[in-house]
C-alpha cells in the first residue's frame, strides 16, 4: 500500500489560523511603534531647537521676537544648518517659531500628513500635539 505524504487540508488550515492571530497583533504593536518613532524624531528636533533658543536668551536676555511662524533653518538666531534638524520623518522646512513677546515662544513640527496633529513645543518645556 502506498502512503501519501505530505499536509493535510486540517493541518493547512490550523498554521493559517496561526499566522493570521499572529499578525493581528503584530500589527498594531508595529503601527503604534512607528507612530512613537515619528514623534520622537520631532521631540528630538524641538529639543535642539529649544537649547538654541536657551543660549539665544543666556547672551540676550529674551527670546526672539516678534516672530510668526518663520523657518527656523536660517534664522539669525540659531546656528541650526540646514540638513540638521532633516530626518526620516521630518525636513528642515516643518519646524517654525513663532513668538509675541520676549518672554515667550512656541516652536511646531507641521503634521504634514504624517502626525495627526502638529506637535509644538512652548518656553516651559511643554510638548503638546501630534498624537494619533
Do not use: H
Not at 43 to 68: C, F, H, K, M, W
Request: with cysteine; net charge negative; glycine share 10%.
Amino acid at each position: 500500500m502506498k502512503r501519501n505524504s505530505g499536509f493535510s487540508l486540517v493541518e493547512l488550515m490550523i498554521v493559517i489560523v496561526i499566522i493570521g492571530v499572529l499578525a493581528a497583533v503584530a500589527v498594531p504593536i508595529y503601527s503604534n511603534n512607528v507612530m512613537k518613532a515619528k514623534m520622537s524624531e520631532a521631540d528630538a528636533a524641538l529639543g535642539s531647537i529649544i537649547t538654541q533658543l536657551r543660549v539665544y536668551y543666556g547672551e540676550n536676555g529674551q527670546y526672539p521676537s516678534p516672530y510668526t511662524d518663520v523657518a527656523v533653518v536660517g534664522a539669525a538666531w540659531n546656528d541650526i544648518n540646514t540638513g540638521e534638524l532633516a530626518g526620516k520623518y521630518f525636513g528642515d522646512a516643518q519646524y517654525t517659531y513663532t513668538s509675541a513677546a520676549v518672554d515667550s515662544f512656541t516652536i511646531t513640527c507641521a503634521a504634514n500628513g504624517i502626525l495627526e496633529a502638529a506637535r509644538t513645543l512652548d518656553q516651559s518645556g511643554t510638548l503638546a500635539g501630534g498624537t494619533n
